[in-house]
């Protein structure tokens, strides 16, 4: 193993990364049997944002209008999420919550949280601050350099 502290970093969000996938999907189900992780990640941005529009969570979260459509129908029929006129904008379809799918999603939010305290309960405040405070950093870093434009030279 490399001891190149960029590596390691990479290292160790690659497991991170691998283990929130597999814990998301054992919480979407807790949601609904139905439900898979890329859902659960919808429900809890219509939850976030409510009145949001299908096209504007398309574009959030970097899928097609198509995908987003046929996943928000499907939340839908599970009685999750539900789409209301928009007076002002006949084409518009706001979405949110419907009072089971808020009921489930924080039965499901407080399950992930008691987790998370559960695994970080050996760390000190000051550890927990710092980790918070420096993966705060990495995520404005990683969107500064996504927004960065290339070298042309």
């Known amino acids: 193993m490399s001891d190149d502290p960029v590596l390691r970093v990479e290292r160790?969000?690659?497991l991170f990364l691998r283990?929130?996938?597999a814990a998301s999907a054992g919480l979407a189900r807790t949601v609904h049997p139905d439900l898979d992780s890329s859902a659960?990640?919808?429900l809890a941005t219509v939850a976030r944002t409510p009145g949001t529009r299908t096209s504007d969570l398309a574009d959030l979260l970097g899928v097609g209008r198509g995908t987003m459509s046929?996943?928000?129908t499907r939340l839908e029929r599970l009685g999750l999420v539900t789409r209301t006129a928009d007076p002002r904008d006949s084409r518009s379809q706001p979405l949110t919550l419907t009072e089971e799918g808020a009921r489930r999603l924080a039965r499901a939010?407080?399950?992930r949280q008691e987790y998370m305290?559960?695994?970080l309960d050996g760390w000190r405040v000051e550890e927990l601050t710092q980790l918070a405070d420096l993966l705060a950093r990495l995520n404005?870093?990683?969107v500064a350099d996504v927004?960065?434009?290339a070298d042309t030279a």
């Open 12 to 14: 160790e969000l690659g």
């Open 19 to 21: 283990r929130a996938r």
């Open 40 to 42: 659960y990640l919808l």
């Open 70 to 72: 046929r996943q928000v």
């Open 109 to 111: 939010r407080t399950g």
């Open 117 to 119: 305290r559960r695994s």
């Open 140 to 142: 404005a870093d990683l």
């Open 147 to 149: 927004e960065r434009p």
